[in-house]
């Protein structure tokens, strides 16, 4: 049994949320206020859970608890329809952040990850990524994710190289309750005839003709027989040779195959999935993929935005693959400045989720023990012209403020918080930039 200490929660969602968790075997304590959550934490060190709805002050006392409590592990969830809460809960030093609706097999596996690390300091055995869906555009996936898990047809997942595809293939599989082996076969890893061979087995090279047609032969030894009443999770399906798409294409047609060592003719129930790069159907139409296969591939079809297309889930996930690259290498969590945070969400991140992947591996190898600021990212990022996007939520006015906060944390940070040389920087009075700092909220402790 987990216990999570849960700060915030409106009384309205208490009885669904904590079905939710308890079926995770997550056991709830709430509190109402932050004095009650230390007086818990005095009795025992818990993961503590912060409802950050209520914006300004719940984040206060995010900072307020996170301050008192350096070393307790804190998560946030947030409303998806303000996604700057996210950015602010990073900052607040949650080690993760949810969105709602709050789920409990997401909220049970971050605990246990992150307890496993602290307690190991280990590395990370990822199953393919956390989803994180802040954004609009992975909402709409989110919602395809959960009509796709009511059911057993053959999905595919079309997008950039980087987008989630294997990891949205998981999500599913996980959904319906993670029945059967999830296998992932890369097609792209075998040569021409091995492929063939690792998925129907080496014992089963050749279908077993009778009664006038063939019934698919599979190996025990086959990644087939793995799948079986669970997931096959095909890549780069285009390197697949036609004989052996052929032959999948009539085991997912004839549900049925034969185990080459028994002879035994079985229902033969695997749910098919394929990550596939855009545009696919061109693809198909140049004969590379064959149009019965794709048929029982794309009964369900989700397309994966780009990074760039939803940029309200960087912060959360470089936070992660922030914590994540720390506990592979045996170090204490790092945190982002604010500035550096902001940057990092601006980028255009071409490579996608490997690219911000591999900038996160650089910061921390490179990193000389403290928090990651903006001269480390401006270090290791090409500035080439290329747009950077920030938020463009609210007014003029609010974007206005918005770019000064962010701009006068910058120069502070580049001048470790020296006042005078801050000002001389940005080209005004010391006294005008206490003053702006007041007006925006920006401390030198920020960053």
């Known amino acids: 049994m987990k216990y999570l200490l849960y700060l915030g929660c409106p009384p309205s969602e208490r009885a669904e ?56 592990l804190m998560f946030a969830v947030v409303d998806p ?13 949650m080690v993760d952040v949810f969105s709602r609706p709050l789920g409990g097999k997401r909220v049970a596996s971050a605990i246990e990850r992150e307890l496993r690390d602290d307690a190991a300091q280990s590395p990370r055995r990822a199953k393919g990524g956390e989803m994180y869906a802040h954004s609009p555009a992975m909402r709409d996936v989110m919602a395809i994710v959960g009509r796709a898990a009511s059911m057993r047809a053959g999905v595919i997942i079309c997008g950039e190289r980087g987008t989630g595809r ?6 599913i599989h996980a959904a319906q309750g993670g029945l059967g082996a999830f296998v992932s076969v890369d ?9 063939e061979s690792h998925l129907f087995g080496s014992a089963a090279r050749t279908p077993n003709e009778r009664n006038g047609r063939g019934i698919e032969r599979v190996s025990r030894n086959g990644l087939l027989h793995d799948a079986r009443g669970g997931t096959l999770y095909l890549q780069n399906l285009t390197d697949a040779p036609a004989r052996a798409q052929a032959r999948l294409a009539r085991l997912l047609r004839d549900r049925e195959a034969t185990i080459a060592e028994t002879s035994q003719d079985v229902d033969f129930d695997v749910r098919p999935m ?55 290498l045996g170090l204490p969590a790092k945190t982002f400045s604010r500035p550096a945070l902001s940057l990092i969400s601006a980028l255009p991140w071409r490579g996608n ?95």
């Open 17 to 72: 949320t904590q079905r939710a968790l308890a079926a995770t075997d997550v056991s709830v304590v709430w509190a109402d206020t932050v004095g009650e959550v230390l007086h818990e934490l005095h009795r025992r060190d818990i993961p503590v859970l912060i409802d950050l709805s209520r914006g300004g002050s719940a984040l206060n006392a995010a900072r307020d608890l996170r301050e008192r409590r350096p070393r307790t």
């Open 81 to 93: 329809r303000r996604p700057e809460l996210t950015t602010e809960a990073v900052l607040a030093g």
């Open 166 to 171: 294997r990891a949205t293939a998981r999500a």
């Open 187 to 195: 097609c792209s890893l075998y040569e021409q005839d091995d492929l």
């Open 274 to 328: 394929a990550g596939v790069e855009p545009p696919f159907e061109a693809i198909v139409g140049e004969g590379r993929v064959r149009e019965d296969l794709f048929r029982r591939l794309s009964l369900i079809r989700i397309d994966m935005p780009p990074l760039r297309n939803r940029r309200e889930d960087v912060p959360a996930l470089a936070n992660y693959f922030l914590r994540e690259v720390c506990a592979a």
């Open 353 to 447: 989720a490997a690219e911000l992947r591999g900038l996160i591996d650089a910061l921390v190898s490179s990193s000389n023990g403290g928090p990651i600021g903006l001269d480390d990212v401006l270090t290791h990022v090409k500035l080439d012209g290329g747009p950077l996007v920030f938020s463009n939520n609210g007014t003029l006015r609010q974007a206005r403020a918005r770019f000064e906060r962010e701009y006068i944390a910058a120069t502070l940070e580049r001048h470790h918080g020296r006042i005078s040389d801050a000002a001389k920087a940005l080209g005004i009075q010391r006294t005008n930039l206490y003053r702006k700092m007041r007006s925006l909220r920006v401390t030198r402790a920020r960053v």
